[in-house]
């Protein structure tokens, strides 16, 4: 018996590129949709160009970014400045139920491909658009990536050192943020669809799907005015709460550890690890406000405890105590993780051109409908003839005529 899925029957033209669209695709590829990915290789996705790739030597149909993004997914390479690339597109959107695009707002419409286009040929369609800003309004046409999101988001002024430059938070932050919002709001149109036979246009603004992060804050500053600062790794309501370094195993690598004390009882606990009873009974750092009032000296005692383990042994020991705690992982440590490893968190597929390509599970698991992995992100051209013939129901005349316009490149 074939495994179950969630969206057994779901078609979906995935038109997104780079990051923050394509996950959305990737989501419903990975339960059960049919989704074609169309793209150009005249155009290059920046995700191609992003790596890391095997043995780091470049190469765009080999990056491990673009193939965790697009697993899944059935791949149509289509010039899509063509009218008979266009042509192709309309036909998609006729089998289509759902429509993903990530382009800068208008390109889309510059196509005669807009959500009016789109309802003519396919009535009940639903089309998602996702950019960095909306597709309405004063900011719509600014284009940038996740990391210029973080800053419209107020990520980047709250991520860093007091009195020191901003540094943010790492990588592309809303192209993670936006997609878990979109996914959600597409389900609610399939839901709606399926209920009222209707469907709708998604604009998703990646940027404002990051400010949800940050709701706290701006009702504290609307309520009293107040502006949140940088403040490194410290938390407001727990101390010791920080990242300190640790003995390096080796000479080449810094070892790190996180630390957080979340009450006074773990502190105590903490407490009596590092030094004993004359430190848990300190008054200076009994409760929250005195370890608060305190924070500088509180840290320099756990780091001179921290530097004489390893991250590993400190680890063990606080966790053991009950206190949170965790090494700063390296991507070898993710490999490498015990719990990673049981949850199956890291799949490798076969590769035609790679030989193995690993790609990241689910954050998630259904249980009567888990997510599958049956192929990985597509290269250029390997689907052309799948897409075009099964499910399009091209005449290989037809393919051969456009083959040699020079459509499929």
Known sequence: MSQITAFKDLRVLDMAWVVAGPLIGRALAINGATV???????????ARMM?????????????????????????????????QGKAIVRELVAWADVVLESF????????????DDLR????????????????????????????????????????????????GPYGPYTDFVGPRF???????????????????YLDVSQCEAGIQF??????????????????????????????????SVNT???????????????????????????????PRFDTLTARKHNEQLLEELVAQWTASLTALQVEVTLQHAGIAAHNVASSQDLLEDAQLRH??????????????AIVENASYQLSATPPKFERPAPHYRRDNAYVLQTLLEYSQARITELEEQGVFK
């Not at 996180?258 to 009873?277: C, N």
């Open 252 to 282: 080449q690598d810094e070892s790190w550890v996180a630390i957080s004390v979340a009450s006074d009882a773990q502190w105590q606990r903490l407490a009596g690890i590092i030094g004993g009873e004359p430190l848990a009974s300190d």
């Open 182 to 200: 979109a996914l959600l709001t597409l389900l609610g149109a399939l839901d709606h669809r399926r209920r009222t036979g209707e469907g709708c």
């Open 343 to 356: 949850r199956q968190h890291f799949i490798e597929l076969p590769h035609e051109l790679m030989g193995t």
């Open 51 to 83: 790596g890391p790739f095997p043995d780091g030597v470049a190469n765009t149909e080999k990056s491990a970014l673009f193939e965790s993004c697009n697993v899944g997914k059935l791949g149509l390479t289509l010039d899509m400045s063509t009218e």
């Open 104 to 115: 800068s707002p208008g390109q889309m419409a510059s196509w005669g491909l807009g959500y």
């Open 214 to 247: 940050l709701a706290p804050q701006i009702a504290d500053c609307a309520a009293t005015g107040r502006i949140v600062e940088t403040q490194g790794n410290r938390d407001p309501g727990m101390a010791p709460h920080g990242v300190f370094r640790c003995a």
């Open 36 to 46: 074609v990915r169309v793209e150009s290789s005249t155009r290059l996705d920046t």
């Open 120 to 167: 003519v040929i396919n009535p009940n369609i639903i089309m998602l658009s996702t950019s960095l800003m909306g597709q309405t309004g004063p900011w719509s046409g600014f284009a940038g990536f996740g990391n210029v999101g973080a800053a419209i988001s107020g990520y980047q002024a709250l991520v860093g050192w007091p009195e020191r430059l901003p540094a």
